[in-house]
Each structure stands twice: as C-alpha cells, then as structure tokens.
DNA sequence: TATTTATATAAGGATTTAAGAATATATTTA
DNA sequence: TAAATATATTCTTAAATCCTTATATAAATA
C-alpha cells in the first residue's frame, strides 16, 4: 500500500534483462549459472538483477551447496497487483503523501479559474446571441 | 504478449512521479493545469510523464478547448496485468526471443555439468561410507 | 590448508532518464 | 490579426542505470 515499495517493484518488472528473468523463473527454478548460460548472459549481470528482485520480495533463493537457485514468489505478483488496485482506490485524503495535494485542491483554485473561464466564455456567447 | 510491450508498460508505472499522476487519474479526470497545480510540479514535467503514459497506452486524451484532460483507461491495467500472466504462462518454445535459449536448455550443457557434479558428489560420499 | 566451483560485490565507463529552462504549437478571444 | 491561455516539444545538465571487468565471499573437496 506504500507508493514506494509499488513503483520499485513495478521498476524491478519493467526491465528488458529482468523480465527475460522472470519469465525463465517462471518455467521453474534455476541457478545462476543455468540463467546465465541458457540466457547467455555474464553471470554478474545475472546475480545484480536477481538481487534488484529478490530486495522486491519478487523471487526466493534457495541455496543448494555450491549452488543458489531461485524461484518465482508468484504469492508476490499477485499481491503487487492486488496492493496497486487498493492503492488506486484508496481516498487520497487517508493517503500522507497527497496532504499537500488534498489541500491544494480543496482550494480549487485552479478548477475555480477553470471554471470562472469557462463562465466567462458561456456568458459571452449569451450575450452575443441577444444581439 | 509482446515482452518490449510488457516490461515498457511496467516501466512507465514504475516510476514515483508518474506513480503519482497515475493515483491522480484513479480518482478522475484532471487537466494539464490542475494536475500541474495540485501536485505542484512545473507543466512541462507533467506533459511529459503523460506522454509517456499515453504512449502505454494508460492514459486517455480528450481536448476541450484549451484544455487537455487526462483520464486513466482502467480496462488497459487489467489488460496489461492479463497479459503478464498469460506471458508467464505461454510455453518458451512459442515464444521467438527465447529460441536460442530452448536449444541451449535443450543441450542442457550446464544441467549437465550440475548433474554430474551431484552424482559424483554423492558417489564419493557413498564410497566413502563403505570404507 | 590450498584449491576449485559458484555466486556476490565493487569499480568503471557508456547510455538512459528525469527535471528545469526556453521555445513552439494549438485554441480561443479581442 | 494580435494577444492570451494551455499544452507540447526541445535542449541541457545532473543523476541513475546497465553492463563489463576485476575482485571478494562462500561452500566443497583434495
């Protein structure tokens, strides 16, 4: 629900190296060297996106003897979803990052102007009519 | 099911100011203007994160007068999100950009190597037990 | 303990990206 | 047509990001 941990994780998706990632992991778990040669890739540039995910809670690592293997937290994919969806319809009112926002707007100065303008518009065009 | 449209999509969410105008848009339709307004950001800035979220295909456009506004195109999340999954899901063979990686996986060099490494691993200890 | 194998981290260079300033375009009005 | 208003685009700079090379860490074995 934290707008923060939201745009990291989608960030962490929307990568063209760790979405290849991903979708690998999707097929099942591998290790880092299976990623790295089947996606023929340099083996650290494979262990720094693994941990860009990883930090985002999007993939598990399991360590078996010399070698460490991940997996999808599919659990995780649905959950960014489901927390992105509850954060869209969250009141801005409850949300502190807008406070500043939520104050601006009950200002309305800028819809007033908006408004104002159009008013403006509307009642110039009346006018023009009655001529 | 395009991966450049997919990880772009998530990219253009992925990002704390446009995170941001995308909450914005959840809770209706706002110009220019106002959006540069309330979250108090120079109109540039704004105009640019929207193009970018427009060219996602996230946002809508829709001109009155002097006004453009904005408004989020719902249907295109659970689309993109739709699309996600079913990627995830679509066997790596159908899918062209891993055609190399299914012939590597498929000489299954390097599972190989694991294997060989484990069974001679636990021959060793098996031996070793027997002494 | 020294070596081997797999993985992680750090440093560097090249590219990309976001933000602000300046300018251009589009629409309406005088 | 000129001026006013809102938006889009361009350019520049600073910061972030990605990739590679080099090095460090961790685990197993000789």
């Avoid at 934290?2 to 099942?28: N, S």
């Avoid at 299976?34 to 941990?51: A, C, G, T, V």
């Avoid at 003897?65 to 954060?87: C, N, T």
């Amino acid at each position: 629900m934290d707008k923060k941990k939201l745009y990291r994780a989608f960030k962490a998706i929307g990568e063209p190296t760790r979405l290849k990632i991903v979708k690998m992991l999707a097929q099942g778990s591998f290790c880092v060297c299976e990623l790295s040669e089947y996606l023929d890739m340099l083996q650290p540039r494979i262990s720094q996106h693994l941990k860009i995910l990883k930090d985002e809670g999007l993939v598990r690592e399991n360590r078996e003897s010399y070698w460490v293997y991940y997996s999808l937290d599919k659990e995780a994919f649905h959950r960014l979803w489901h927390d992105f969806m509850a954060y869209l319809d969250t009141d801005l009112k409850t949300l502190g990052e807008f406070e500043e926002v939520v104050k601006r707007m009950e200002n309305k100065v800028c819809n007033q102007r908006i408004r104002d303008t159009k008013i403006k518009k509307m009642q110039n065009k009346l006018s023009g009519e009655q001529n």
